[in-house]
T-cell receptor, first 110, second 114 residues
Framework: QKEVEQNSGPLSVPEGAIASLNCTYS??????FFWYRQYSGKSPELIMF????GDKEDGRFTAQLNKASQYVSLLIRDSQPSDSATYLC??????????FGTGTQLKVEL | EAQVTQNPRYLITVTGKKLTVTCSQN?????MSWYRQDPGLGLRQIYY???????DKGDVPEGYKVSRKEKRNFPLILESPSPNQTSLYFC?????????????FGPGTRLTVL
């Protein structure tokens, strides 16, 4: 069983719609949860992090964490073509070691 | 500008020819790490370093070496590269030991071993 699982996609949404990206993790001791965006051939860049149950909002992005279900999600409101990228979910169990999922490819269509 | 730099950005080499990929950060970060990224496998940690002279294996350390003689530099060494080390490599750094700290990634090094 993979430690961090994501649907590889591609997930296609029309421009202006809400994109919902999901991630599950296996280690109940995981403490922090990160969403990185990665454009093709580029390095990952941090979008959001969350460590408490519930929602965390930052502009058009909302991260949701449910530790009991071992589930973290990222909602992107008013999706734009520039949001088309691969979204990587990453978790830490303590310290700095990040464990990544394989990523979900998002395509925002005009 | 705060950044992580890697060199070279692209490298094509042949099996068995030793190579070094350099990584440098100007943020005075204690923690540095190397990842490789392969299609369908995601980012996997190769080695990491908590501080100068402190390094440890990640999930896929076989065939790689690292050193941390200075805080800002964390080179990745392939003593005898093989084709299965063809990959996209990223160096990353973060401050302190908190799991809440953001990791900053370098621009990546695309390595091809023939």
């Amino acid at each position: 069983q993979k430690e961090v699982e994501q649907n590889s996609g591609p997930l296609s949404v029309p421009e202006g719609a809400i994109a919902s990206l999901n991630c599950t993790y296996s280690d109940r001791g995981s403490q922090s949860f990160f969403w990185y965006r990665q454009y093709s051939g580029k390095s990952p860049e941090l979008i959001m992090f969350i460590y408490s149950n519930g929602d965390k909002e930052d502009g058009r992005f909302t991260a949701q964490l449910n530790k009991a279900s071992q589930y973290v999600s990222l909602l992107i409101r008013d999706s734009q073509p520039s949001d088309s990228a691969t979204y990587l979910c990453a978790v830490t169990g303590g310290g700095n070691k990040l464990t990544f999922g394989t990523g979900t490819q998002l395509k925002v269509e005009l | 500008e705060a950044q992580v730099t890697q060199n070279p950005r692209y490298l094509i080499t042949v099996t068995g020819k030793k190579l070094t990929v350099t990584c440098s950060q100007n943020m005075n970060h204690e923690y540095m790490s190397w990842y490789r990224q392969d299609p369908g496998l995601g980012l996997r940690q190769i080695y990491y370093s908590m501080n100068v002279e402190v390094t440890d294996k990640g999930d896929v350390p076989e065939g790689y070496k690292v050193s941390r003689k200075e805080k800002r530099n964390f080179p990745l060494i392939l003593e005898s590269p093989s084709p299965n080390q063809t990959s996209l490599y990223f160096c990353a750094s973060s401050s302190g030991e908190s799991s809440y700290n953001e990791q900053f990634f370098g621009p990546g090094t695309r390595l091809t071993v023939l």
